[in-house]
């Protein structure tokens, strides 16, 4: 068992993990969306004036999931509500990629 001082420390070193992780997926999911030729081209509402990979949730996601996932087999078992929001942010990055490779109407 660690000492009760480490557990800021260790609380740091796995954001930072998580950070990296975060990091380095989304340079992965860039470069696939890249290869893929998935791309939101400029209009006149558009704040960007070059065409843009469309995506990043799917890097973000994922990491998030992990980490909430791991955190909560960490402490013992996971918080009231955890595995809903869980599915429901499933639910969303799923009709998110969806609206990113199809478009989709303001309903879903």
């Known amino acids: 068992m660690s000492a009760p001082g480490q557990f800021p420390l260790v609380l740091l070193f796995l954001c ?4 990296a992780a975060a990091w380095a997926a989304t340079g992965l999911a860039l470069r696939l969306l890249r290869k893929k030729e998935i791309y939101d081209h400029p209009n006149p509402r558009s704040s960007h004036a070059v065409a843009t990979p469309r995506g990043g949730g799917l ?3 994922p990491v998030a999931l992990l980490a909430w996932t791991g955190s909560a087999l960490w402490l013992g078992s996971a918080p009231a509500g955890f595995w809903p929001v869980a599915g429901a942010a499933l639910l969303l990055a799923a009709v998110s990629w969806i609206d990113d490779l199809r478009g989709l109407g303001a309903v879903p």
């Open 59 to 61: 890097a973000l996601l």
């Open 16 to 19: 930072c993990g998580v950070a």
